[in-house]
């Protein structure tokens, strides 16, 4: 537009004729590109344009949005002008995987009477993952793909640690369960979103005992093997996965100090919460410089500037997931 305006603006010195000539071939010249510019435009607007409907799972203390700052940073909005229908779950901030992915299988089909769409591609972050496997446990012939990033599926050595430093019954225990109902509960009425609490649920499901228990009623897509790939296609659903594995980012991040402490525990590549291989899930698509915040582009966007972007990342298993028809 801008050297449309240009080219405009010169014409307007011209003398009568040459201004009615050189207007003249202007107009034919824009009418003969225009038809090439839509069909640029259209391609470019397409990339991601899956079959289904994608639903976004955030993780533990996850939302949609609050106070205009989206959990899955310019995510959505990217997607969108990529050709996809995008949808953000909202499910508890913390409680079991059983309890969200009962929430979730509720909204999927919201979204598939909403859409007339027949299934959904679920792309769940941390413990949105495990969320979004109940889901296509439990109702398969709904889910065309479940995609996760970051999450701890034969779980986290961070909540192992919780767990043995606050033992049951006890004093410490009960504070921190309940300053993280509290707070979660805060995230809830910040965001709308006033779902049940339950941070112990949330705990015992994010463990290796927990995990293990979990993996046990919907084996679907998990390696059997430490860190190798699962089976991709399980019962109509195909299963994907990647993972970050760099705590430490962005200088200018606040949120990865903590993640760089964090990530002592675990004594392998990691995001800070989650291994890379307690991440694997189907078929695993890779590890990036990112942390567990990052792999939503949290927060707000800063991140490794050398490594791919998170927004990037969404897209192109759009891309994917188009490609096979999903």
């Avoid at 609050?66 to 995510?75: E, N, R, S, V």
């Avoid at 990530?263 to 590549?269: P, Q, T």
Wanted: glycine residues 12%; aromatic residues 6%; positive net charge.
């Amino acid at each position: 537009m801008i050297r449309l305006k240009t080219i405009l603006a010169s014409t307007g010195r011209k003398s009568g004729t040459a201004r009615r000539s050189a207007g003249a071939l202007l107009m034919c010249g824009v009418l003969a590109l225009a038809p090439l510019v839509q069909t640029a435009q259209a391609a470019s607007s397409k990339t991601a344009q899956t079959a289904y409907p994608i639903v976004l799972v955030h993780g533990m203390l996850g939302f949609d949005s609050i106070a205009g700052i989206d959990y899955w940073y310019g995510i959505p909005g990217e997607l969108r002008a990529q050709g996809a229908k995008v949808f953000v779950a909202e499910v508890a901030a913390t409680n079991s995987s059983e309890v969200r992915g009962e929430q979730l299988l509720k909204q999927v089909k919201d979204v598939l009477a909403l859409t007339g769409a027949s299934k959904v591609n679920l792309i769940g972050h941390s413990h949105g993952g495990p969320t979004a496997r109940y889901v296509s446990g439990v109702a398969p012939e709904l889910v065309a793909s479940v995609t996760t990033v970051g999450s701890p599926h034969k779980g986290s050595k961070v909540a192992d640690v919780l767990g043995d430093t606050l033992p049951a019954g006890s004093l410490s225990r009960t504070v921190v369960v309940s300053s993280v109902n509290a707070f979660s509960s805060l995230l809830g009425i910040l965001s709308g979103n006033n779902t049940p609490q339950n941070g112990l649920g949330a705990l015992d499901s994010l463990n290796t005992v927990g995990s293990a228990k979990f993996n046990a009623k919907f084996p679907d897509g998990v390696p059997t093997t430490a860190c190798g790939n699962g089976a991709e296609l399980v019962n109509g659903v195909r299963y994907f996965s990647w993972s970050g594995t760099q705590p430490l980012t962005n200088v200018f991040d606040a949120s990865d100090y903590p993640l760089s402490l964090l990530s002592a525990v675990h004594g392998e590549a990691n995001d800070g919460l989650a291994s890379a291989c307690s991440s694997h899930l189907g078929t695993y698509l890779g590890s990036y410089r990112q942390n567990h915040l990052d792999e939503v582009n949290q927060l707000l966007g800063l991140r490794d500037l050398f490594s791919v972007s998170p927004v990037t990342l969404y897209v192109n298993q759009a891309a994917k997931l188009k490609q096979l028809g999903l």
